[in-house]
């Protein structure tokens, strides 16, 4: 492994160059993306309950004037709780609103990690071939070539494509986790507009 790698560092070329960078890029993402989303379910979780218990209690009003985090699910909630006046209808269509506009947010970089997950093989891909014509190319400019000289330029040129495949893997990989993540999320909000007006119905006058 130790001598693929250096394989691949050493005689990649341009393209492993791009890679790497790719790879960064993407681990960069990754790191982040995770942090940030992975702590929302319980979050989103509890402003919930504890909204619903507000509303049980103290009422509408109070409900709202306890939203004060600088979250998605309590912007949600806030945004149907604050026309109440007019209806459940009303409520869950601004609430559902809401958390369409969050949708942008959660799903940040996604796209990004996506196209990593694309691009990388192609690059792999590209560093081969170019390997593989400066092979064929050092062979017909010698008269003599060993069996062991052609193998070994074909393996230099080969491990661009495994160090293309690697990073393709492993931010596909991470781009469907955290797609599924954000998902989840994502039905957690609208589920959470969807209700809100069946809470508001049994809340205090």
Same mark, same amino acid.
């Given at each position: 492994?130790?001598?693929?790698?250096?394989?691949?560092?050493?005689?990649?070329? %341009?393209?492993?160059?791009?890679?790497?960078?790719?790879?960064?890029?993407?681990?960069?993402?990754?790191?982040?993306?995770?942090?940030?989303?992975?702590?929302?379910?319980? &979050? %989103?979780?509890?402003?919930?309950?504890?909204?619903?218990?507000?509303?049980? &209690?103290?009422?509408?009003?109070?409900?709202?004037?306890?939203?004060?985090?600088?979250?998605?699910?309590? &912007?949600?909630?806030?945004?149907?709780?604050?026309?109440?006046?007019?209806?459940?209808?009303?409520?869950?269509?601004?609430?559902?609103?809401?958390?369409?506009?969050?949708?942008?947010?959660?799903?940040?970089?996604?796209?990004?990690?996506?196209?990593?997950?694309?691009?990388?093989?192609?690059?792999?891909?590209?560093?081969?071939?170019?390997?593989?014509?400066?092979? %064929?190319?050092?062979?017909?400019?010698?008269?003599?070539?060993?069996?062991?000289?052609?193998?070994?330029?074909?393996?230099?040129?080969?491990?661009?494509?495994?160090?293309?495949?690697?990073?393709?893997?492993?931010?596909?990989?991470?781009?469907?986790?955290?797609?599924?993540?954000?998902?989840?999320?994502?039905?957690?909000?609208?589920?959470?507009?969807?209700?809100?007006?069946?809470?508001?119905?049994?809340?205090?006058?």
């Amino acid at each position: 492994m130790i001598t693929l790698l250096r394989a691949i560092i050493e005689h990649g070329g %341009f393209t492993v160059l791009f890679i790497a960078l790719i790879s960064l890029g993407a681990m960069t993402l990754v790191i982040e993306r995770s942090w940030r989303l992975w702590p929302l379910h319980k &979050r %989103f979780k509890s402003v919930r309950e504890r909204c619903h218990d507000t509303m049980l &209690r103290g009422g509408m009003r109070a409900a709202l004037a306890e939203l004060t985090e600088d979250d998605a699910m309590t &912007r949600v909630l806030k945004s149907g709780l604050a026309v109440h006046e007019r209806g459940g209808d009303t409520m869950r269509a601004a609430a559902l609103a809401a958390a369409q506009r969050e949708v942008s947010g959660i799903e940040r970089g996604l796209g990004l990690l996506q196209t990593a997950s694309q691009i990388a093989p192609w690059l792999g891909l590209l560093g081969t071939v170019a390997g593989l014509m400066e092979v %064929f190319g050092s062979v017909g400019d010698q008269a003599n070539v060993t069996h062991a000289v052609a193998a070994t330029g074909i393996y230099q040129a080969l491990a661009c494509t495994i160090a293309g495949l690697a990073v393709a893997i492993g931010s596909y990989v991470a781009y469907q986790l955290l797609s599924a993540l954000s998902s989840r999320l994502i039905d957690e909000l609208e589920n959470a507009a969807t209700d809100l007006p069946v809470y508001a119905a049994g809340a205090k006058a």
